[in-house]
Structures are given as C-alpha cells and as structure tokens.
C-alpha cells in the first residue's frame, strides 16, 4: 500500500522549493519526459494524472495546469520521438529516416517546446484554474 504516495512525494520533493512557475514548467518536462516511453495520449493519461494531480496540490500550482502540462508536453512531443508509431509509420512512407527527420524538425521543435514554456509560466501568472 501507499505506493502512489510514495511516487508522488519523490516527484514532489525536488520542485516543493523551487517558484510556481518553474515547478509547472519541471511538471511540463516530466510529461514530455513520460512521453518517449507512453505515446499513447489516453495510455500516458491514465498513468499520470493520478500522479501530476496530486503533484500539483503539493508545489502550489492549480490541477488545471498539471492537465495543461500533460497536454502540451504529449501532443508537441509527439512529432519528434522516435517511439511515436504514426510518426514513424509516416516517415517510413516518405521513406525518410529518423535522424534525418530530426536534422529538419528540431528548431522548430524547441520553438514549440519555449512557447510551451511561456504558456505554462503565463498560466501559473494569471492564477489559471
């Protein structure tokens, strides 16, 4: 018993200190972490939310913010890892390899992910609930 517990005060301790902000934002890379290994949205989700939830109420940051951390760190990753069946299934049909997609995709990638970034810290600003 207690296990997830036990996950959630792991997770939480190295974030507890830190600003709302960055906490949201460490939130937000857990997820995009999570998401090389669970590319499924809905798989990822039953996994995670019953950590990030309770997660969120320790740091200090609203629930909402955690399912806006969940969904910007799934869907924009999605593009990008190599574990991801329809990106790979589509790269396979254009017959482009991973590396070299990666070579095209990157910049645009870490655009994505620095947007994500202001997202969440101008979400955690405005009190979003």
Sequence with gaps: GQVLHTIV?????PLV?????????????????????VSSGSGQAYLTMPLMAPLSDLVGVSRQIA??????????TNIVIPTSASLIGCLGA??????????VIWRFQLMLMLMSVAAIVIAV???FK
């Design 94 to 103: 254009v017959k482009l390899g991973w590396g070299d997609w990666l070579k």
């Design 17 to 37: 200190g830190l600003p709302a902000e960055l906490s949201a934002v460490g939130m937000l890379g857990i997820q995009s972490l999570i998401n090389l290994f």
């Design 125 to 127: 600003l405005i009190g």
């Design 67 to 76: 399912v806006l951390a969940f969904q910007l760190g799934d869907g924009l």
């Design 9 to 13: 005060h792991g997770m939480a301790e």
